[in-house]
């Protein structure tokens, strides 16, 4: 089902049930406005048990722009994306990878956080992985702070990241540190998400991984 009305001109009706967030992205607004919008979104049925939207942040001139998969838990309390625990992580690693996080654009597929809450765990929101049909969804939102960003290279922090960038085939275990062609794009690198940091039993040899890929990246930085 496809949203109805003129794109910037929010449909009648519940526009949730059309998964798209086309109809809220401002034609040819720069960063501050699509974030100032996307406040407002309601493409998707995710909006309505979110805090707030998430939407990126950084500088549009960048040179290398980090799409990761949804906001999570703390990043939803805050509005900003990667200031939880995954954050911390992945900036300590670009820091080692040659990559300077001050000259990144932060930012994730879905804006908005998915949970569960799970019985015997009391309040705590519980992540869970946004469909195909919310990734798509959100797409709008994603391809409109691209056409802003003009970056060196993209990276895509795990599986969701890469099949919104490169499409459902993508496999992270397969195509992980990498550069990838997207068409009228720069390349894409993809990685892990620093959350699987995180979750591994093995960290070190886990992060040792996530901060070998982001040297690809910074090879390409380093090559202009």
């Not at 691209?146 to 275990?173: C, F, H, I, N």
């Not at 940091?197 to 910074?218: F, P």
Request: negative net charge.
């Amino acid at each position: 089902m496809t949203a109805t009305g003129t794109r910037g001109a929010p449909p009648a009706g519940r526009p949730e049930d059309a998964y798209d967030a086309g109809p809220f992205v401002p034609p040819g607004a720069d960063l501050a406005a699509l974030r100032e919008a996307a406040a407002g979104c309601r493409g998707c049925p995710l909006h309505e048990h979110a805090t707030q939207t998430v939407f990126g942040t950084g500088d549009a001139d960048a040179r290398v722009v980090l799409v990761g998969e949804q906001p999570g838990d703390q990043e939803d309390r805050r509005g900003q994306p990667f200031v939880g625990p995954a954050g911390r992580v992945l900036m300590q690693a670009l820091d080692e990878a040659g990559i300077d996080p001050t000259d990144t654009y932060v930012t994730n597929a879905v804006k908005h956080f998915k949970y569960v809450h799970v019985a015997g765990r009391g309040k705590r929101r519980i992540h869970r992985a946004p469909s195909l049909r919310e990734m798509t969804a959100c797409a709008p939102w994603l391809n409109a702070e691209l056409a802003v960003a003009d970056p060196e290279v993209l990276v895509a922090l795990g599986a969701t990241a890469g099949k919104a960038l490169l499409g459902p085939s993508y496999r992270v275990t397969r195509q992980r540190g990498t550069l990838l062609e997207r068409p009228d794009s720069p390349p894409v690198l993809g990685t892990l998400h620093p959350s699987a940091v995180l979750r591994a039993d093995d960290r070190e040899e886990t992060y040792a991984g996530l901060v070998a890929d982001l040297r690809v990246a910074a090879d390409v930085l380093a090559a202009a």
